[in-house]
């Protein structure tokens, strides 16, 4: 069934890791698409969060879209995007569908990590004199750094397993290989290129937990607040 | 009681006895013949046309259409779950024996005879086929004075369009060097392929033969002529359950589809968005093949 020979085989082939399919390309290819997606979404989706938090309206947007975002077909709105804008501009149409992925969970990352916030943190900045600006600055911001970065972290694994697609509308990642070892029944290549996905995926997630931890301990707290 | 009993089960194994003992060509008609198909829409014509002729001449049929990829079906036919499937020779004998060499449909459909396993045959194959080929947009033809394949030799820089897999296929970039001393650099661009070609992101483009968007966006095809493409013709693929009468009106289908036929046929299907039965009886109707 798992034919490990074959695939050390397959990971110890430097044609495997070199040129415009090689593996080292694919690999960036991959991590592009899914960090220019996410860079993208949370431009968007951080500071509405964070203000939606902050004055307490709006909460309905956060659900509603986390619900929304479930039922959109993924690879259809990636195909109905490629084709409405045209096969010269594909590499904007993928990272537009994979930043609609990638929404839902920063923009509730942002804002359920403002509003646990206890009042009497907010009230006792408010009480000292700062401006709204200030209290998101130095309090809300650095208290909900560890939330934020957990919705990033969400959003990382959603469109980096979801980046596996690009390949169908002529992009590349690692998917190409899963792609191409389907149509050539190339299973080693298969089974290997699964592989690397299942590792850039779980080592991203790892990082991001480091700097949620390091954020947490650094600017806030590691666990949440009690409200009281 | 007991009585009726015993003579139930003598019956039985009467019955059974005597269903064992027939040679395949009796087979009762009222076993329905499974025809199943791909997951492609002009292969679902293919196969529609073959349930309308049996079930006409009186067989029962059950359809399984859409079936999705060699993988997933040809172990089913193997197994004896589907009847009778139409295939492509050169694409099934690539799937039994990657590394088969024959080009020609007459080597290719031999070869493919040879490599089917036990219990499976391959009707006589159809004149239509529908099978890889290298397209160029016209402008780009008629500037660089294109052909053939082998025209292509003078030029540099060609980009060339498909699917990932064209990337490893003997008549990708290695054959297209090998055969024809052509250097292309491969850019796999998938399902957008056509699209690819069209917007000029890539020179030439791997497209099935059979695609209306050929004729529909004029398209040029490059011949071939040292048969660099395995040639895949319409084949049928049929187990023991289908028998000599049912063989001869497959094959006379077979013989009546011509190349330009199945182009017509996925015409209809892209254009006008008919259904598979609609588009085959239509065609079999014309070919008076049915009334």
């Known amino acids: 069934m798992f034919d490990f020979t074959a695939l050390g085989a397959w990971f110890s082939d430097p044609e495997n890791w070199a040129g415009r399919y090689g593996l080292w390309n694919l690999v960036a290819e991959h991590l592009t698409l899914t960090l220019l997606a996410i860079a993208l979404a949370s431009i968007v989706a951080v500071p509405i969060g964070v203000a939606i938090g902050h004055y307490g309206r709006g909460e309905f947007f956060v659900v509603g879209l986390g619900s929304f975002s479930r039922a959109i077909p993924t690879m259809g709105l990636l195909f109905a995007l490629v084709l409405a804008t045209g096969v010269q501009l594909r590499e904007l149409s993928v990272v537009l569908a994979l930043s609609a992925i990638a929404l839902p969970p920063l923009l509730a990352g942002a804002y359920s990590g403002v509003t646990t916030i206890p009042a009497w943190i907010r009230d006792s900045a408010t009480a000292q004199g700062m401006t709204t600006w200030q209290l998101v600055r130095h309090v809300e911001l650095p208290l909900a750094a560890a939330s934020i970065i957990g919705g990033f972290r969400i959003a990382y694994i959603q469109v980096v397993s979801t980046v596996v697609l690009a390949p169908l509308v002529g992009l590349g990642g690692v998917g190409f290989g899963i792609i191409q070892g389907l149509a050539l029944r190339n299973f080693p290549q298969v089974t290997a290129s699964s592989l690397v996905i299942i590792m850039i995926t779980v080592a991203g997630d790892r990082v991001i937990g480091l700097v949620q931890r390091f954020a947490g301990a650094r600017l806030g707290q590691s666990t949440p607040l009690e409200k009281s | ?291």
């Open chain 2, 1 to 291: 009681m007991k009585l009726t009993r015993i003579a139930a089960v003598a019956a039985s194994i009467g019955l059974t006895l005597g269903v064992a003992g027939c040679a395949p060509s009796a087979v009762p008609s009222s076993e329905p013949i499974v025809i199943g198909s791909q997951a492609y829409y002009s292969n679902e014509i293919v196969a529609e046309a073959y349930a309308l002729v049996l079930e006409d001449a009186g067989f029962t049929v059950e359809r399984k259409f859409s079936l999705g990829q060699r993988d997933v079906y040809v172990p089913a036919i193997v197994a004896g779950e589907i009847d009778l499937f139409p295939e492509y020779t050169g694409n099934l004998l690539q799937f039994f024996v990657p590394t088969a060499t024959e080009t020609a449909a007459e080597d290719v459909y031999a070869a493919l005879s040879t490599a089917l396993p036990e219990g499976l045959t391959a009707l006589a194959m159809s004149p239509a086929s529908d099978q890889d080929s290298y397209n160029v947009t016209q402008e780009f033809a008629s500037a660089n004075g294109l052909e053939s394949i082998a025209d292509l030799a003078t030029l540099t820089d060609i980009t060339l369009g498909g699917a990932p897999e064209l990337a490893e296929r003997p008549y990708g970039p290695t054959g297209l060097l090998a055969m024809y001393g052509v250097t292309v650099t491969f850019e796999a661009t998938g399902d957008t392929t056509v699209e690819s070609l069209v917007a000029g992101i890539v020179d030439m483009a791997n497209v099935y033969s059979a695609d209306p968007r050929i004729q529909q966006l004029g398209l040029v095809t490059l011949s071939d002529p040292l048969g660099l493409f395995l040639a895949s013709n319409v084949v049928p693929i049929a187990s023991e359950a289908v028998n000599a009468d049912a063989r001869a009106l497959i094959d006379a289908v077979s013989a009546a589809m011509s190349a330009e036929d199945l182009v017509a046929l996925n015409v209809r299907s892209v254009d006008e968005k008919l259904s598979a039965a609609v588009i085959a009886r239509e065609w079999l109707v014309s070919e008076g093949l049915l009334d």
